[in-house]
């Protein structure tokens, strides 16, 4: 396993690091001289500055709503009694990922659309003279990819819920405690490393997302995939587009590491 992930995974992704420390040349693209300007154009420029910024508020954005609403419907699967009533929703929860992304990206520019049901619903709940615009918004990029990332959210925190001892709860409610008290401080405690992994994996998939911001976007709505895209194949600038890269792999793994820190640390709170 060591093996496969070294040859198919780190060594290209090593290789194609390599090139955010290389200089970009019109002719070989990639140039051999060592440099570090690079990323010195990405830091110090307040356009990709904005676009990092962009980037993580969409994905903070789409993990909270991921775990707000995936919690309540991983607490009914385990409610369910019945294994084969518990199959059919686990399959329609796996759903969106069965989809192709491309597919149900353009079944959501659709309904995000301006006579879209979903605009048009808002409009008619928030009194709005025109239906509200989502197309090439960050709201809609929000919602779509919400809807795409959800089930691994639901996935994990459901997993957390199935391995708590149910007698745990019996025994606090025998001691008096009512269901808020059960839930608050025996079910949500122990819950909290699959919300914690629920939401990492959330997060990652949403910084690094790049299909939902290039159709539901319209290539307007500027995040970090999108810029390196564009690096890669309108402008060839592939150190550029490596440098976006790396940047982005490093944010994401700093953000990553203070929510699990985050995680940990209210887990240890909650059981004290």
Known sequence: ?????GLFFAVPLLMAFSFA?????AKTLVGEDLTLQNFGRFLFDGFYLTAFVRTTLISLSVTILSVVLGYPVAWHLRSVQSSRLRTWLVLVVLMPLMLSLVIASFAWMIILGSNGVLANLIASVTLLQQPLRLLNTDLGIVIVTVYSFMSYSVLSIYAALENIDPSLARAASIHGANDRQVFLHVIWPLSIPGVVSGALVVFALSMAAFVVPYLIGGGRVKVIPLLIYNFTIQLFDWPGAAALSLLLFLLTLVLT???ATLGS???RWEAE
């Not at 396993?1 to 992930?5: C, D, T, V």
């Open 1 to 5: 396993m060591i093996l496969l992930l």
């Open 257 to 259: 590491w203070l929510i």
């Open 265 to 267: 640390r209210l887990a």
């Open 21 to 25: 420390f290389r200089p970009f040349d």
